[in-house]
């Protein structure tokens, strides 16, 4: 249930709808916009009569969330979620360009990587240091070593740092190195690790599950949301189909259901979609046509020696491209690329 209150209620009003909801067994989450505050209230109360909270001084309107997910909804916040992350704004009208390797495998590596997609728009740095591979016998990344090179690398060259966190063992561990945690297809539905990461105080980027439905994913982060932490960005990068001509089936329709469902920031993941380089510039392009907040694409200095995903690692010259491209294609629709990274 969302109480809406009036632009004018003040703060004693609010916290006697606040100690009302409680009394009657509701948790209450609140969230304060530019006009007014909007209070949640989470709880199953059969039989209960929202007419008592509809009286009470200062309340605007109250409003049942007939969604399974509450925070991550629309019902609760009709405006789109911004957040400002050293510097750089998410799910405003910038579009965000996340780049780098699948793995990060040196120094070298990294450090070349990161040079050139600062040079050309991008304001993260993505790159894995854990690796859950298919194969256990596939290269699983440099652990704590790869975190450090990744950090070292953002810090040098003006970029936030973006990996994925595998597990909850590993949570305090990659907070201390990214900017954001990421969470992969894998682990869509590790609850455990998505209450952990609803504790912390860092965004959370959530790929969507193999096969998961969206509102299968929009529980997902529900999970981290509900723990208190409501900086979680989508990612759609995917789904398992019965087509072969791709790695994934790219769900671009999931752009514009999102952005109708909830509030959160959505952004697209071509590489992983379509696993060859010469789609991902196409279907880069198409995301943002269809209104995604930020591209992650996989960029590499010598692709064909790749320790992961080499055939989807799109060379420097064609990342370049693709700046251009979507550059053009952002313009186009009110929007721009986000170039300015934290230092």
Request: aromatic share 6%; charged share 20%.
């Amino acid at each position: 249930m969302v109480v809406i209150m009036e632009p004018g209620a003040d703060e004693s009003q609010i916290e006697q709808v606040i100690e009302n909801l409680n009394q009657r067994g509701f948790d209450v989450h609140r969230s304060s916009g530019v006009q007014q505050t909007v209070l949640g209230a989470i709880g199953v109360q059969p039989g209960f009569d929202e007419r008592i909270i509809r009286v009470l001084d200062g309340v605007s309107d109250v409003q049942r969330v007939t969604e399974p997910y509450k925070f991550a909804s629309r019902s609760w916040k009709g405006e789109p979620s911004i957040f400002d992350i050293n510097g750089v704004t998410v799910g405003g009208k910038e579009v965000i360009l996340v780049a780098g390797p699948c793995s990060v495998e040196s120094e070298d590596q990294i450090n070349a990587t990161a040079a050139h997609v600062a040079a050309h728009g991008a304001t993260f740095l993505r790159g894995g240091a854990f690796k859950p591979r298919t194969s256990p016998y596939s290269f699983q990344g440099l652990g704590v070593e790869g975190l450090a090179l990744m950090r070292a690398a953002g810090d040098r060259y003006g970029l936030n740092v973006i990996t994925e966190v595998t597990d909850v063992s590993k949570v305090e561990l990659v907070y201390r190195f990214a900017d954001v945690f990421q969470v992969g297809a894998r682990n869509m539905q590790s609850f455990d690790l998505l209450r952990e990461l609803g504790r912390t105080d860092k965004p959370v980027f959530l790929k969507r599950g193999l096969a998961a439905s969206i509102e299968e994913w929009l529980m997902a982060a529900e999970y981290v949301m509900s723990e208190g932490n409501q900086q979680v960005i989508l990612c759609e990068r995917g789904i398992r189909t019965f087509e072969t001509a791709t790695r994934n089936t790219f769900d671009l329709s999931a752009v514009p259901v999102v952005k109708n469902k909830s509030h959160l920031p959505i952004f697209a993941d071509p590489s992983h979609a379509t696993g060859i380089r010469d789609r991902v510039i196409p279907m880069a392009r198409a995301a943002v046509a269809a209104g995604a907040d930020g591209i992650i694409v996989e960029v590499h200095p010598e692709p064909a020696k790749a320790l992961s995903d080499g055939p989807q690692s799109l060379y420097f010259d064609q990342y370049v491209s693709l700046v251009a491209q979507i550059r053009d294609i952002a313009r186009a629709i009110g929007r721009s690329i986000a170039t300015v990274a934290h230092s």
